[in-house]
């Protein structure tokens, strides 16, 4: 069972450029996520999408778009990217809005 | 005051020993309470999900709610080294649709 899949899993980019991550589930999840993991900043909500046709923002939205493209599939895309948005990006997604979430092993962005 | 603190650790036992990990949290309105174990490079993995005060036991792992302190604890019996990973509770409301809030994590480490 694939579960939660992100691509890529690693990227360099360069200030400025753009970006799309993608993340697919294969659980029939209605709801997903993305986050994004800092040191000492823990998980962070940055989208997520209740289910299929809507997305709202979380905690840390700016800079970041996003776009649920069907059921299984929830990009998420840096239109001009900032060294401050190096991070690891962690797509999830859940049965319901309020069940558990299920991870990706994500994806590491450096942006130089 | 954060609205989940957890103790960052790391926190060093040998095999065999019994683990406590805890997450205070401030808001009264948190119903649903999770764990989640996330080894290094990996995405977390959900260990257990309880929406009661009381005890919820799986195998060697019990979670433990206490909403009248607003403390969870995740207890590990029997340690081992695979156990090593960092450890995240993450908690949310029960009114509509809300998210979850995650703790920053505890590293563990069980040496052999």
């Known amino acids: 069972n694939a579960g939660v899949t992100q691509t890529p899993k690693f990227q360099v980019l360069k200030t400025g450029q753009s970006m799309t991550l993608q993340c697919a589930q294969d659980m029939n999840h209605n709801s997903m996520y993305w986050y994004r993991q800092d040191p000492g900043m823990g998980l962070r909500l940055i989208y997520y999408?209740?289910?299929?046709?809507?997305?709202d923002k979380g905690e840390v939205p700016n800079g970041y778009n996003v776009s649920r493209l069907n059921k299984r599939e929830f990009s998420l895309r840096l239109e001009s990217a900032a060294p401050s948005q190096t991070s690891v990006y962690f797509c999830a997604s859940s049965e319901g809005a309020n069940q558990p979430q299920h991870f990706g092993d994500g994806t590491r962005l450096s942006i130089l | 005051q954060k609205e989940v603190e957890q103790d960052p650790g790391p926190l060093s036992v040998p095999e065999g020993a019994i683990v406590s990990l805890n997450c205070t949290y401030s808001n009264s309105a948190f119903q649903y309470f999770m764990w989640y174990r996330q080894y290094s490079r990996k995405g977390p993995e959900l260990l257990m999900y309880?929406?009661?005060?009381g005890n919820k036991e799986d195998g060697r792992f019990t979670a433990q709610v206490d909403k009248s302190s607003k403390y969870i604890s995740l207890f590990i019996r029997d340690s081992q080294p695979s156990d090593s990973a960092t450890y995240l509770c993450a908690i949310r409301a029960n009114s509509g649709y809300s998210t979850l809030t995650f703790g920053k994590g505890t590293m563990l480490l069980v040496s052999p």
């Open positions: 309880t929406y009661s005060s």
């Open positions: 999408s209740a289910s299929e046709g809507t997305t």
